[in-house]
C-alpha cells in the first residue's frame, strides 16, 4: 500500500499521505450511502423515520420478502420494472454502440461524399448543445408513438455522438494493413469489418458500451419523461418515494435501492481495469 | 469485372453503416432542432410572432422570476463547477501517481456514478433532513430556536444543493482522466524522477504540457455545457426554494405539460428561451474556441 511513497521525498511522502487522507474521507462517505441504504433496507418503516442513524434493533428481511407484493408503480410491479430497466439499458447501449463502431469505422476508413462532414457535424454537436428542444422532442415522439412504448429504444440507434469520436480515433490510429493482408486472402468489406477490424476494438467498444449502459441503467429524467408508464427501477424508485406518505414502506423502498445497486455495483468491480483504461480523448503530445 | 463488384460490395458496405446512423440524426436531432426554431417564433395561436422573445426579455427583467432565478443559480453552479475543474483533474491525477490506497479508491470513486442518482439523493435527504446532526447543527450555529428543513428553506436549499454536487463530483471524471494519464510513457516520468524533479514539477512541467490537448477539450466541453450546468435540484426538492437552474426549468416545462392542452403555449415559449440561450452558448463555444487555440496547440481527439 505504502509502495508508492519508497523514494519520494519526505515532503512528497507528507503530502500523498495528506491526499490519501482526503480521498479516505471522500470514500468513506460513498461508502456510507450504501451502508446507509443497507442498513435502513433492515429496519422498520417507524425505525426509519424515528431514528435514520441507529442500526437496527431486529434484522427486518421482510422488506425483501414483500418487494415484489408492495413496490409497485403506475401498475408495474418489481419484476416489470426490472424487465424494463434490463430492455432499455443492455438493448438500447448495444444499439447504440453497435450503430456507433460500424458508422465510425466506415467514416474513418473509407471515403465517400461527406464523410469528413460527418465529423465536423458530430464534433459541433459534441461541443455545442442546442437548449429548449424538450418540447419539439416529446411533440416527435409522440407523433411517432414512441411514448411509453418498447420501440422507444429505437431512439438510441444514434452515431452522431461522443463515442464516434472515440471510435474514428481508434480505427484512424489502425494500420490498413491488416484489411489489406484480409482482401489479399479474399476477403470482402464485412469480412474485414467483422472479423479482422472489430476484434481488434473489442476493449473499447466493451468499455463504452459499459459507460452508456451504466448511464441508461441509472437513468430516471428521459423514462420520466417518455415513459411514466413503462418505468425502469430508478423512475420506479423515484416515484415510490413520492408516494412514500400513503405507502408508509421506506424500507422496502430502501431494500429496491439496494437490489437495484447490485448488478452496476459488480459489472463495475468485475470490468474496472477496462473502465478506466480503454477510452481516452484530447490526445498525448510528445 | 472483379474491381466492379469489389467496389459494388464497398458502396454496399459504406450504406450499411451510414444509413441506420444519418436516418436517426435526421429524425432525432435535425428535424426537433428546426422544429425549435419554428416553435420559438409562433404563438399559442399558431401565428408568426415575436411574443415568446418578448416575454422571456421581459420576465428576466423582473427580480422575482423564475428565469431569472434560473440563470443566475446556472452561472452560480458553472462557476463553481469551473474553479472545482482543475482540483478533480489533480484526483485522476494521485490516483495515477499511486497515493495510498489508490486501488482503493479507484474503486471507490466510481460509487457515485455507478449508484442511481434517485438512490443518492435519497439518501443525502434524509441524512441531511430534520432528524439528522447536520441540520441540527446548523440550527444551533445560527442560534434558530429550532432545526431547519435545509431543502425547504431559501436561506440554505441552494447552498446544500451545490455542496451535495461538490460531494458527488469530487472524483471528476476518472475514465477520461485515468485513461489520458495512462497512456503518459512512462520512461518520461521516470528519467524525470532520477533528475529529483518534485511533483509539482512534474505535474506542471510535464504532466499538463503532454495532456493539453485533452485540457483544451475539457475546457471547450465545459464551457460549452454552461447553460446545462445544474446539481441534483429537481431530485433533491423539484428545483424549488430557490434552487431552479435552467436545465431544470426546462425539463420541468416539458415534464409537466406533457400530455396537457396548452404544451403549445409552454413549448414555443421554451423553444424561445432555449433559442437565445443557444445564440449565446454558440459565442461563447467560438469564444472559448478561439481562445484555447491560441493558448493551446490544435485540439485532437
Given at each position: 500500500?505504502?509502495?508508492?511513497?519508497?523514494?519520494?521525498?519526505?515532503?512528497?511522502?507528507?503530502?500523498?499521505?495528506?491526499?490519501?487522507?482526503?480521498?479516505l474521507l471522500f470514500a468513506l462517505s460513498y461508502i456510507y450511502i450504501i451502508a446507509w441504504t443497507l442498513m435502513s433496507s433492515l429496519k422498520t418503516h417507524t425505525e426509519i423515520v424515528l431514528d435514520p442513524f441507529s442500526l437496527p434493533k431486529v434484522l427486518n428481511w421482510s422488506s425483501y420478502s414483500e418487494l415484489p407484493?408492495?413496490?409497485?408503480?403506475?401498475?408495474?410491479?418489481?419484476?416489470?420494472?426490472?424487465?424494463?430497466?434490463?430492455?432499455?439499458?443492455?438493448?438500447?447501449?448495444?444499439?447504440?454502440?453497435?450503430?456507433?463502431?460500424?458508422?465510425?469505422?466506415?467514416?474513418?476508413?473509407?471515403?465517400?461524399?461527406?464523410?469528413?462532414?460527418?465529423?465536423?457535424?458530430?464534433?459541433?454537436?459534441?461541443?455545442?448543445?442546442?437548449?429548449?428542444?424538450?418540447?419539439?422532442?416529446?411533440?416527435?415522439?409522440?407523433?411517432?408513438?414512441?411514448?411509453?412504448?418498447?420501440?422507444?429504444?429505437?431512439?438510441?440507434?444514434?452515431?452522431?455522438?461522443?463515442?464516434?469520436?472515440?471510435?474514428?480515433?481508434?480505427?484512424?490510429?489502425?494500420?490498413?494493413?491488416?484489411?489489406?493482408?484480409?482482401?489479399?486472402?479474399?476477403?470482402?468489406?464485412?469480412?474485414?469489418?467483422?472479423?479482422?477490424?472489430?476484434?481488434?476494438?473489442?476493449?473499447?467498444?466493451?468499455?463504452?458500451?459499459?459507460?452508456?449502459?451504466?448511464?441508461?441503467?441509472?437513468?430516471?429524467?428521459?423514462?420520466?419523461?417518455?415513459?411514466?408508464?413503462?418505468?425502469?427501477?430508478?423512475?420506479?424508485?423515484?416515484?415510490?418515494?413520492?408516494?412514500?406518505?400513503?405507502?408508509?414502506?421506506?424500507?422496502?423502498?430502501?431494500?429496491?435501492?439496494?437490489?437495484?445497486?447490485?448488478?452496476?455495483?459488480?459489472?463495475?468491480?468485475?470490468?474496472?481495469?477496462?473502465?478506466?483504461?480503454s477510452v481516452s480523448v484530447g490526445g498525448i503530445k510528445g | 469485372m472483379e474491381k466492379k463488384k469489389r467496389k459494388f460490395n464497398e458502396v454496399i458496405f459504406i450504406i450499411c453503416c451510414i444509413s441506420v446512423p444519418i436516418i436517426q440524426w435526421l429524425i432525432f436531432y435535425v428535424y426537433p432542432n428546426f422544429s425549435t426554431?419554428?416553435?420559438?417564433?409562433?404563438?399559442?395561436?399558431?401565428?408568426?410572432?415575436?411574443?415568446?422573445?418578448?416575454?422571456?426579455?421581459?420576465?428576466?427583467?423582473?427580480?422575482?422570476?423564475?428565469?431569472?432565478?434560473?440563470?443566475?443559480?446556472?452561472?452560480?453552479?458553472?462557476?463553481?463547477?469551473?474553479?472545482?475543474?482543475?482540483?478533480?483533474?489533480?484526483?485522476?491525477?494521485?490516483?495515477?501517481?499511486?497515493?495510498?490506497?489508490?486501488?482503493?479508491?479507484?474503486?471507490?470513486?466510481?460509487?457515485?456514478?455507478?449508484?442511481?442518482?434517485?438512490?443518492?439523493?435519497?439518501?443525502?435527504?434524509?441524512?441531511?433532513?430534520?432528524?439528522?446532526?447536520?441540520a441540527q447543527s446548523v440550527g444551533e450555529i445560527l442560534d434558530l430556536g429550532y432545526t431547519p428543513e435545509l431543502l425547504q428553506d431559501e436561506r440554505f436549499a441552494n447552498t446544500v444543493v451545490l455542496l451535495e454536487m461538490l460531494w458527488l463530483q469530487f472524483p471528476g471524471d476518472l475514465i477520461i482522466w485515468g485513461g489520458?494519464?495512462?497512456?503518459?510513457?512512462?520512461?518520461?516520468?521516470?528519467?524525470?524522477?532520477?533528475?529529483?524533479?518534485?511533483?509539482?514539477?512534474?505535474?506542471?512541467?510535464?504532466?499538463?504540457?503532454?495532456?493539453?490537448?485533452?485540457?483544451?477539450?475539457?475546457?471547450?466541453?465545459?464551457?460549452?455545457?454552461?447553460?446545462?450546468?445544474?446539481?441534483?435540484?429537481?431530485?433533491?426538492?423539484?428545483?424549488?426554494?430557490?434552487?431552479?437552474?435552467?436545465?431544470?426549468?426546462?425539463?420541468?416545462?416539458?415534464?409537466?405539460?406533457?400530455?396537457?392542452?396548452?404544451?403549445?403555449?409552454?413549448?414555443?415559449?421554451?423553444?424561445?428561451?432555449?433559442?437565445?440561450?443557444?445564440?449565446?452558448?454558440?459565442?461563447?463555444?467560438?469564444?472559448?474556441?478561439?481562445?484555447?487555440?491560441?493558448?493551446?496547440?490544435?485540439?485532437?481527439?
Open positions: 500500500m505504502f509502495k508508492s511513497l519508497k523514494r519520494k521525498a519526505p515532503a512528497e511522502k507528507l503530502l500523498y499521505c495528506f491526499v490519501s487522507l482526503v480521498f407484493e408492495v413496490f409497485y408503480v403506475n401498475n408495474n410491479g418489481f419484476g416489470q420494472m426490472l424487465f424494463n430497466s434490463v430492455w432499455f439499458s443492455v438493448v438500447g447501449a448495444f444499439l447504440q454502440q453497435f450503430v456507433t463502431i460500424a458508422f465510425a469505422y466506415c467514416c474513418s476508413k473509407y471515403k465517400f461524399p461527406g464523410s469528413e462532414w460527418i465529423y465536423t457535424i458530430v464534433l459541433i454537436m459534441t461541443t455545442l448543445p442546442i437548449y429548449g428542444t424538450g418540447g419539439a422532442t416529446y411533440r416527435l415522439y409522440h407523433e411517432l408513438g414512441l411514448i411509453n412504448t418498447y420501440a422507444h429504444v429505437l431512439a438510441s440507434c444514434a452515431g452522431f455522438n461522443l463515442h464516434f469520436l472515440y471510435y474514428r480515433a481508434y480505427f484512424k490510429n489502425l494500420s490498413w494493413t491488416y484489411a489489406e493482408a484480409a482482401m489479399m486472402d479474399g476477403a470482402n468489406h464485412f469480412q474485414i469489418y467483422s472479423k479482422v477490424m472489430l476484434p481488434q476494438a473489442k476493449p473499447l467498444f466493451f468499455s463504452l458500451f459499459l459507460t452508456t449502459w451504466l448511464a441508461s441503467w441509472n437513468n430516471w429524467s428521459s423514462v420520466l419523461l417518455y415513459l411514466p408508464k413503462l418505468p425502469t427501477l430508478p423512475v420506479g424508485i423515484q416515484q415510490f418515494n413520492v408516494e412514500m406518505i400513503y405507502k408508509a414502506r421506506l424500507d422496502v423502498l430502501f431494500a429496491a435501492c439496494m437490489i437495484v445497486a447490485i448488478p452496476a455495483l459488480v459489472m463495475f468491480i468485475a470490468f474496472n481495469k477496462v473502465l478506466t483504461t | 426554431i419554428f416553435m420559438a417564433f409562433r404563438d399559442s395561436q399558431g401565428v408568426w410572432s415575436l411574443d415568446n422573445f418578448t416575454r422571456f426579455f421581459k420576465e428576466l427583467k423582473l427580480p422575482t422570476s423564475d428565469i431569472r432565478l434560473a440563470f443566475r443559480n446556472t452561472f452560480l453552479t458553472f462557476g463553481i463547477l469551473f474553479v472545482a475543474y482543475p482540483f478533480k483533474v489533480m484526483v485522476s491525477y494521485f490516483i495515477y501517481k499511486k497515493v495510498p490506497g489508490s486501488g482503493f479508491y479507484r474503486i471507490v470513486f466510481f460509487l457515485p456514478s455507478i449508484l442511481f442518482a434517485v438512490c443518492t439523493t435519497m439518501v443525502f435527504s434524509r441524512i441531511i433532513g430534520v432528524n439528522g446532526f447536520i489520458t494519464f495512462a497512456r503518459i510513457p512512462e520512461e518520461v516520468l521516470e528519467s524525470a524522477s532520477l533528475d529529483g524533479v518534485t511533483w509539482w514539477s512534474e505535474f506542471t512541467k510535464i504532466i499538463v504540457p503532454m495532456v493539453w490537448p485533452t485540457v483544451a477539450l475539457q475546457m471547450v466541453l465545459l464551457f460549452c455545457g454552461i447553460f446545462g450546468a445544474s446539481g441534483n435540484a429537481f431530485l433533491l426538492n423539484n428545483g424549488s426554494h430557490g434552487t431552479i437552474t435552467l436545465s431544470v426549468w426546462m425539463y420541468k416545462q416539458v415534464l409537466e405539460s406533457s400530455g396537457a392542452s396548452y404544451t403549445a403555449n409552454v413549448y414555443n415559449y421554451l423553444s424561445a428561451v432555449g433559442l437565445m440561450t443557444t445564440i449565446v452558448a454558440i459565442g461563447i463555444s467560438i469564444g472559448i474556441r478561439k481562445f484555447t487555440d491560441k493558448m493551446f496547440d490544435d485540439v485532437e481527439f
